[in-house]
């Protein structure tokens, strides 16, 4: 959910604030990362993002961060932990616990975390009964259409 965006064209400038209480989000960063006014929160840890792309999840067991690119600061009520190298996940169990040592990801970890991201045939987005959207009556790029020009 995002709590909190504030983006201004002209002074290339804002912020972002969100919050993942459960389930797996991607960000991939933009203008905002670069200044380092992106933050998600999760119920274990808050991550800061600069510059880079990063793929969080949190369940029953806290919070997997895996960052793809960029400098992450993850911090909670135990301490702060930076992750600068790609590649590298932090597990973070509870607010109150340490963020662990970044540990390179594995293949198993990056086919799961696409699997989680990845939409399927007939997915309705979170909103029941939702069955297409119209785009401004553009007839293409469906999974029985071309391409759009």
Do not use: W
Not at 6 to 22: C, F, I, K, Q
Not at 41 to 48: D, E, I, K, L, M
């Amino acid at each position: 959910m995002i709590d909190d965006f504030v983006y201004d064209p002209a002074a290339n400038s804002g912020h972002m604030l969100t919050r993942l209480t459960a389930g797996t989000v991607q960000y991939i960063g933009g203008q905002l990362s670069h200044q380092g006014a992106v933050t998600i929160n999760t119920p274990a840890v808050a991550v800061g993002i600069r510059g880079g792309a990063v793929t969080i999840t949190h369940g029953a067991n806290g919070t997997q961060i895996t960052n793809q690119y960029g400098r992450l600061t993850l911090t909670n009520d135990a301490g702060t932990t930076v992750v600068t190298q790609p590649g590298y996940t932090v597990s973070v169990a509870s607010r109150k616990s340490l963020p662990g040592q970044p540990m390179r990801v594995t293949a198993a970890e990056v086919d799961s975390n696409i699997k989680k991201l990845s939409s399927k045939f007939n997915q309705d987005g979170g909103v029941k009964g939702l069955k297409r959207i119209d785009t401004a009556g553009l007839n293409c790029a469906t999974h029985s259409t071309s391409t759009c020009p």
